[in-house]
């Protein structure tokens, strides 16, 4: 069995308005890694991811970048148990 890990990801900067969430996705869906990705009410996106902790690592890389138009000023990073839960990645609000 391949090597799992779930992450909880809050994203602080300029990260609302610039397609954060819908680039997270598709960076999500092409990675392989499963979980959701919001806008927080303080600003941040926070996103949770689960997969293979290689894919889910090159995820977190990603965040910390975004796409083109966000700036990223901090990943907090929470490693919780991982459970599978997920088949999918979406936008949930």
Not at 54 to 59: L, P, Q, S, Y
Request: glycine share 8%.
């Amino acid at each position: 069995m391949e090597d799992k890990t779930k992450v909880r990801l809050i994203i602080e900067g300029r990260v609302q308005g610039v397609w954060f969430r819908d680039s997270t996705r598709r960076k999500a869906n092409e990675l392989g890694v499963y979980g959701w990705v919001k806008n927080r009410h303080d600003g941040a996106v926070e996103a949770l991811a689960e997969g293979d902790t290689d894919a889910v690592n090159r995820f977190i890389d990603w965040c910390h970048e975004g796409p083109p138009h966000a700036i990223v000023r901090r990943v907090n990073i929470t490693r919780e148990e991982w459970k599978g839960e997920f088949d999918s990645f979406d936008i949930v609000f």
